[in-house]
């Protein structure tokens, strides 16, 4: 899994923070509304999260653990799916003659 420097989640967290209090102060000015949700929608491809409260919460998480733990973190979370791979293909198929 591919994480981003936690400097940048560092700054893009601050970013979002900022932003939500502002459009809880102004929740009608419809550019910091957009700003805001921009703000969350950057920490969502950073954090690879679809919500954006719970990539600020894993932005957290991340910049409080080491790298390690924070993927161990993540895996044993509930909810949280790991994919399966899938099993190669078959290179020999068999024909029906053969059987």
Same mark, same amino acid.
């Given at each position: 899994m591919?994480?981003?420097a936690?400097?940048?989640?560092?700054?893009?967290? @601050?970013?979002? !923070?900022?932003?939500?209090?502002?459009? *809880?102060?102004?929740? =009608?000015? %419809?550019?910091?509304r957009?700003?805001?949700?921009n703000?969350?929608?950057?920490?969502?491809?950073?954090?690879?999260?679809?919500?954006?409260?719970?990539?600020?919460d894993?932005?957290? @998480?991340?910049? !409080?653990?080491?790298?390690t733990?924070? *993927?161990?973190?993540e =895996?044993? %979370?509930?909810?949280?799916r790991?994919?399966?791979?899938?099993?190669?293909?078959?290179?020999g198929?068999?024909?029906p003659?053969g059987?």
């Amino acid at each position: 899994m591919l994480l981003p420097a936690k400097a940048e989640v560092a700054r893009q967290l @601050r970013r979002y !923070r900022a932003w939500e209090r502002m459009m *809880l102060a102004a929740p =009608t000015d %419809r550019r910091v509304r957009a700003t805001f949700e921009n703000s969350g929608y950057t920490l969502c491809v950073l954090m690879g999260k679809r919500c954006a409260r719970e990539a600020a919460d894993a932005a957290e @998480r991340y910049l !409080r653990t080491t790298l390690t733990a924070y *993927l161990r973190e993540e =895996t044993e %979370r509930p909810g949280t799916r790991v994919r399966a791979r899938r099993a190669p293909p078959a290179t020999g198929r068999r024909s029906p003659a053969g059987r």
